[in-house]
């Protein structure tokens, strides 16, 4: 019954190489999130999709891309990585239009560890 | 940058005892939702006030709102072992832009 669904849960990345995080959804939301929450801070938005539209957040670092194919499916692409990048991702998806409620629904995350 | 600040920082309390959890934040706001969080998981919605209202209840939860103050308050009452988590509130500034800016939570633990 899982509504949002990160893959994998764990990885493990050296310094530089690239690294693809993936999220899935089956709620057919529109809007689609990326965080990236560093050990006991806050999330920090790094860009959302409102449908194909993508926005990216004023100091989300260019080694951070994204990519969503259609609507299920949301990618994060770090280039090259740096030890600074090791966090926790959290996918997050959100319905829009008159009349939807107005809370994220966030996967399990994915720990990224950068060697 | 980070819209809200939370405190306490961290709140140990015993299994039945009612948590309160503070949230401050600086600019206008059209909403204000508080998450759980588990440690090592994703988050949780529980509850969301909009700003032209003052207070909400849902189950064990409690969340009130001062828009003059630019604060809110998550009561939990009777809390249980399992209610330790992270809680974070997470403002909407606009109806347009409904990105949520997080504050920087308050780890609960409840002892059993």
């Known amino acids: 019954d899982a509504m949002v669904i990160q893959n994998p849960r764990y990885q493990v990345t050296q310094f530089g190489k690239p690294v693809t995080l993936s999220c899935s959804q089956t709620?057919?939301?529109?809007?689609m999130y990326w965080y990236q929450q560093k050990s006991s801070q806050a999330p920090k938005l790094l860009f959302h999709y409102y449908d194909k539209d993508f926005n990216n957040e004023a100091d989300t670092p260019d080694n951070f891309q994204s990519r969503r194919p259609n609507t299920s499916f949301c990618f994060l692409d770090i280039r090259s990585p740096g030890l600074g990048d090791a966090a926790m991702y959290l996918c997050?998806?959100?319905?829009?239009?008159?009349?939807?409620?107005?809370?994220?629904?966030f996967g399990p995350g994915t720990r990224l560890l950068v060697l | 940058s980070q819209q809200g600040e939370e405190d306490p920082q961290a709140l140990s309390i015993q299994e039945g005892e009612n948590a309160t959890m503070n949230c401050s934040y600086k600019t206008s706001i059209n909403n204000l939702q508080w998450y759980r969080q588990n440690s090592g998981r994703g988050l949780v919605h529980l509850i969301l006030i909009r700003s032209n209202e003052r207070e909400k209840h849902s189950g064990r939860l409690r969340v009130t709102l001062d828009t003059s103050k630019k604060s809110s308050s998550l009561l939990i009452t009777a809390s249980r072992a399992a209610d330790t988590a992270s809680y974070f509130c997470?403002?909407?500034?606009?109806?347009?832009?409904?990105?949520?800016?997080f504050g920087s939570g308050t780890q609960l633990t409840v002892l059993p």
């Open positions: 997050a998806t959100r319905a829009s239009g008159v009349g939807t409620k107005e809370t994220q629904y």
């Open positions: 709620l057919n939301h529109n809007v």
């Open positions: 997470a403002t909407v500034l606009s109806s347009s832009a409904r990105q949520l800016t």
